[in-house]
């Protein structure tokens, strides 16, 4: 009987930890494929990866967020902002990145961790005892919902859009944002 005990309680371990890496790889494993241009387009056009992003803090400080344009005035700058209507009819304007167009009219804009914190989650950042740097939540994020995000030239009239996707945090970024909190690199006020 003893034996088949040990047995038991291995067998379900086992199991336990395969599921787990089951779901481990299907949320966070998996990545969106690269956005292209659209070859038929000759005006300008921007695309953003990924263009879907969850709003937990672990997640948004560790997520890539970049829009890519082409079609603009060689040696220009850009401009990126998020445009769209909340659900009480307020206008939502929020400058999110910017960027050098090169010299064959293509431009790359990364948005910053200090742009996600403050503009994204609403957040702030802030140390703590050991003066390490952490994030300070003392309001919601911005509302979730589908955003236009539109790059505006600063020498020529050329314009570009696209959308990007807000979601809220998942089950996991709950979790990882509760841990965050434990561990004193998330507080809330």
């Excluded at 371990?13 to 690269?34: D, E, H, R, W, Y």
């Excluded at 809220?168 to 006020?189: A, F, V």
């Amino acid at each position: 009987m003893q034996g088949t005990k040990k047995w038991f309680s291995r067998d379900l371990l086992v199991k336990a930890g395969l599921i787990s890496s089951v779901f481990f790889f299907m949320f966070i494993g998996c990545a969106s494929s690269p956005k292209e241009f659209d070859p038929n387009i000759t005006g300008p056009q921007m695309i953003v990866e990924p263009d879907t992003i969850r709003l937990g803090v672990a997640r948004m400080k560790d997520t890539k967020i970049v829009f890519k344009g082409k079609g603009f005035q060689p040696e220009d700058s850009v401009f990126v902002k998020l445009l769209a209507v909340d659900k009480n009819g307020k206008k939502v304007d929020v400058p999110i990145a910017d960027g050098n167009v090169d010299k064959n009219g293509y431009f790359t804009a990364q948005v910053g961790t200090l742009v996600k914190i403050a503009e994204l989650l609403r957040a702030k950042l802030g140390s703590n005892e050991k003066m390490e740097t952490i994030v300070i939540i003392t309001q919601p994020p911005i509302p979730e919902g589908t955003y236009t995000a539109k790059a505006i030239s600063m020498e020529s009239e050329r314009e570009a859009q696209c959308e990007l996707i807000l979601k809220g945090p998942s089950l996991l970024d709950r979790l990882k944002d509760w841990i965050g909190g434990l561990l004193g690199k998330i507080q809330k006020k």
